[in-house]
Nanobody
């Protein structure tokens, strides 16, 4: 069974860069047909898709976050990472990493990690 686990600092200061890593077990991030996304949920709001890295390493980002977002991967560790620059308190959220397949989107999720942006 595929498992995803987010890791990273729970507190980030304004203007700094938020960095999170998702470690995947039970399946390879390079398996054909799968894509790996970051999704966040600010307090009291709905889910917001941030971006994705596909099995071949191609990336796509939310238009609203594209200028501040970067998703990369380390295939040797079976991990993919999120960097969000110039954060503000509005970036405070629970951040999730997810997997999507060709048949079913977002079929596996990490447990989520709370990130607070505050000085």
């Amino acid at each position: 069974q595929v498992q995803l686990q987010e890791s990273g600092p729970g507190l980030v200061k304004p203007s700094q860069t938020l960095s999170l890593t998702c470690t995947v077990s039970g399946g390879s991030i390079t398996t054909n047909g799968y894509a790996w996304s970051w999704i966040r949920q600010p307090p009291g709001k709905g889910l917001e898709w941030m971006g994705v890295i596909a099995y071949d390493g191609s990336t796509y980002y939310s238009a609203s976050l594209k200028s501040r977002t970067s998703i990369s991967r380390d295939t040797s560790k079976n991990q993919f990472s999120l960097q969000l620059s110039s954060v503000t308190p509005e970036d405070t959220a629970v951040y999730y990493c997810t997997r999507s397949g060709e048949i079913q989107p977002y079929d596996y999720w990490g447990q989520g990690t709370q990130v607070t942006v505050s000085s």
